[in-house]
């Protein structure tokens, strides 16, 4: 027995291994009460044409007219609040564009359709098609089945085509900002989830995430999921090399102290981009360095250096000796006195 309450209908697309051929069918999930188990129930209403475009048969078309006729569409409603203020950070950011150039007009759109979604729900994107509907977008357009094509067809090379268009137009001053996070998983499956150094200090494997943004507007650029055994050095290794293939030249890359490290900075120098990482204040150097400035630091409230509680800082410049080779390279410190 078919459960009466079934899901509404949708359109998927099958492709015919055999032939090549994508068809597309009405697909309407229920509960079998009797079978106690969900199942399907599919109708073939067409195929996709040698463009692409959607071709469909006689029978769903002369069903479509006749729906049209018993039920005269009186008015249509467009949830259009999320639009207005989306629609105006995609025009400010200047994205669409690079997104047109890097995947074509037609994955561009979809991409953005939905990046819409997961901003607004945050939920799995093979819910997106109802929400995109009822949103004035083709939501039917973006079936899971769909939407699993587009992801997979996201290559490496596609996104490395991407990024480097988007970051040259968005690091303008040179100034990156690079950070990495961890997300822990119960995943078993997922060849990126390993034991590592975990942040949130939870006994779980997880994935590495490197991120790298723009300083001067806070907006991402480039990102890259790697294995969560990875140690930092190894990943900014791996940020590295990533930008010499995007012909990213001249940069400065902005780190925390975590990144702090002889041969980090050494590794930086030699890919020949600049760098503004904090020294740890445990390094005796340091210390001694910042006892030889005091004596002639003015500690004023209106020193123009102060920070934003008020407190007075120092900034000066110095070299130290990395190696004993004797190359040095020039810090830029801002101590707190």
Not at 30 to 52: M, Q
Not at 125 to 143: M, Q, T
Not at 186 to 196: A, F, L, M
Request: contains cysteine.
């Amino acid at each position: 027995m078919i459960d009466a309450n079934a899901k509404p209908m949708k359109i998927i697309r099958v492709t015919n291994k055999k032939n090549g051929v994508t068809y597309l069918y009405e697909d309407q999930a229920f509960w079998n009460s009797e079978k106690k188990r969900g199942e399907h129930k599919r109708k073939c209403i067409g195929r996709l044409g040698p463009d692409g475009s959607e071709i469909y048969n006689d029978f769903y078309l002369a069903r479509k007219e006749a729906s049209k006729a018993e039920n005269p569409l009186v008015s249509k409603t467009t949830l259009m609040g999320q639009n207005l203020i989306l629609d105006k950070v995609v025009k400010d950011v200047g994205i669409q564009p690079v997104l047109k150039e890097a995947f074509g007009a037609d994955d561009a759109d979809a991409i953005l359709q939905l990046a819409r979604y997961s901003v607004c729900e945050g939920k799995a994107l093979s819910r997106a098609e109802d929400w995109l509907n009822d949103r004035g977008f083709n939501g039917n357009a973006l079936c899971s089945q769909r939407i699993s094509e587009l992801l997979a067809s996201l290559s490496d090379d596609r996104r490395n085509t991407f990024f480097k268009l988007w970051i040259a137009k968005q690091a303008k001053k040179k100034a990156l900002l690079f950070d990495i996070t961890s997300i822990s998983s119960y995943g078993k499956n997922n060849t990126y989830v390993e034991r590592g150094y975990n942040r949130d200090h939870e006994n779980l494997r997880q994935i590495n995430l490197g991120l790298l943004s723009a300083h001067s507007s806070n907006v991402p650029l480039w990102y890259s999921e790697l294995p969560g055994s990875m140690s930092d050095s190894l990943v900014l290794d791996h940020v590295l090399r990533s930008l010499e293939k995007l012909d990213v030249k001249d940069i400065n890359l902005v780190g925390d102290r975590g990144f702090y490290s002889e041969a980090n900075l050494r590794n930086i120098a030699d890919k020949g981009q600049k760098f503004t990482i904090p020294v740890p204040s445990s390094l005796k150097w340091q210390k001694e360095l910042i006892d030889k400035v005091r004596p002639s630091c003015v500690l004023s409230s209106k020193n123009p250096w102060s920070n934003h509680q008020g407190i007075p800082c120092l900034i000066t410049g110095n070299s130290r000796v990395l190696s004993s080779a004797q190359e040095s390279m020039q810090i830029s410190r801002n101590y707190g006195l």
